[in-house]
């Protein structure tokens, strides 16, 4: 009898990390690895999900136009936010409950963004704590806060934040509730024990959560619905830190934006998770931009696997662009590595299509670089 063949032995994290040659195969490993209700967490969006969609399709609605004959021996990405150095253009957008992903969560995270020389934006529904986080940081962090209808939570994040050495204070205002997220609501979504919001673990947020039937229920109790323009005035008025408004999609608004003082303006539909059918991200960019006049900044986020994508970002007037998903993946297929992987393929991938693309630097990437496809 022929001896009885031995199955392949899976490769090291290490070396399945190594093999992935863009962000898409980091998310076959993560979704290997995930239950299937975290997953679709991560990976859903609203409803019948167009405007997840819409975010990947937009900037196919983009064609780059090379220039030739640049001397792109050398290809800077360096650029700043907000007065902040960085290595590259892309920066860790707010994702909540990473320990979903992996044990440490936003610690492997934050020490993965500080290796790659980039900023991390750390969600109020982080599974660990603004403090620990800082802690572990070896970059800059921005914070992004969820206006509570308790408006004294709030204030105690604002001065935590600011104490722990965060550098810009990000308010989500495209959520006065959650969107219908159908996965999550078919899969019955919760945090499993032993994991809650970090923020608030003394303030008893996972009896809340329990006492509420769940994510949903907890954001539409806890959440301020009555959220208006006065709450830029009012946080205005709680922190030192710079502001930036994440979640305009109008020019209009970006425009009331930048008159209110806002430091920053965020273009992003949430990663199609709210509004089904809300706009792209990228394709609502040019208007914004205009809008704004170079009186604020302008980030983008929505869809951004690749790094002709951030390029094409760059060209339509974003000072940088925001990942979300990609990342994930990456911690979610091995921790710290992971996301260091995730960084490390995008930054590659973007300096050789700017190389491509005859820009040497972020600064030469200009707005005749792309027209409509």
Same mark, same amino acid.
């Given at each position: 009898?022929a001896?009885r063949?031995k ?5 090291p994290k290490s070396a399945a990390l ?9 998310e076959i490993?993560?979704k290997?690895?995930?239950?299937g209700?975290?997953?679709d ?6 409803e019948?999900?167009r405007?997840l969609?819409l ?5 196919g609605r983009w ?8 001397d792109v021996s050398?290809?800077d990405l360096a650029t700043?936010?907000?007065?902040t150095a960085?290595?590259?253009?892309i920066l ?7 320990r ?7 610690l ?5 963004a ?5 900023l991390?934006?750390v ?9 620990e ?5 070896g970059g800059?962090?921005?914070f992004q ?10 204030q105690r994040?604002?001065a935590? &934040? ?6 810009a204070l990000?308010?989500?205002v495209d959520?006065?509730?959650?969107g219908r997220?159908e996965?999550d609501l078919?899969s ?5 024990r032993?994991?809650?919001?970090g923020n608030f673990r003394q303030?008893g947020?996972?009896a809340?959560?329990d006492?509420?039937?769940?994510m ?6 806890e ?5 208006t323009?006065?709450a ?10 710079p502001?930036?408004v ?10 009331? &934006?930048?008159? &209110? ?5 965020w273009?992003?539909?949430h990663?199609?998770r709210?509004l ?7 394709r609502a960019l ?5 809008a704004v006049a170079?009186?604020a900044?302008?980030?983008v986020?929505g ?6 994508d951030?390029?094409k970002a760059l060209?339509l007037g974003?000072r940088?662009a925001m990942?979300?998903?990609p ?10 590595p992971?996301v260091?992987?995730?960084?490390d ?5 973007l300096?050789?299509s700017m190389?491509l693309a005859g820009?040497p630097s972020v600064?030469?990437v200009?707005?005749d670089?792309?027209g409509?496809a």
């Open positions: 009898m001896p063949k199955p392949p032995r899976k490769p190594d093999a992935c040659v863009n962000v898409a195969e980091l490993i993560a290997r690895r995930m239950p209700a975290y997953y967490y991560y990976a859903g969006g609203a019948d999900e405007s969609a975010n990947r399709d937009g900037f064609a780059l136009h090379p220039r030739v004959l640049v050398r290809v700043d936010v907000l007065g960085v290595a590259m253009p860790l957008a707010p994702a909540a409950y990473q979903l992903a992996h044990p440490e969560g936003e492997a995270t934050a020490r993965a500080g290796a790659a020389g980039t991390m934006v969600s109020t529904m982080a599974t660990r704590s603004l403090e986080i800082a802690a572990v940081a800059p962090l921005w806060l969820y206006v509570y209808r308790d408006r004294a939570l709030s994040l604002i935590r &934040a600011e104490a722990a050495g965060y550098r990000v308010v989500t959520t006065p509730r959650l997220r996965r078919r019955r979504f919760t945090l499993p032993g994991v809650t919001i303030d947020a996972r809340r959560w006492a509420h039937g769940g949903a229920a907890y954001a539409s109790h959440l301020d619905p009555s959220l323009w006065e830029l005035d009012w946080l205005g008025r709680q922190t030192r830190l502001l930036v994440k979640g305009v999609l109008r020019a209009d608004d970006a425009a009331r &934006a930048v008159a &209110a003082g806002v430091a920053g303006v273009v992003s539909n990663g199609g709210q089904d059918g809300a706009e792209a991200g990228i040019p208007a914004v931009v205009e170079g009186r900044e302008v980030y986020d869809g951004i696997r690749r790094g002709t951030v390029l060209a974003a940088a990942i979300g998903r990342y994930l993946w990456g911690l979610a297929a091995g921790g710290e992971g260091r992987r995730a960084l393929l995008l930054r590659d991938e300096e050789t190389a820009c600064r030469a200009e707005r670089l792309v409509p």
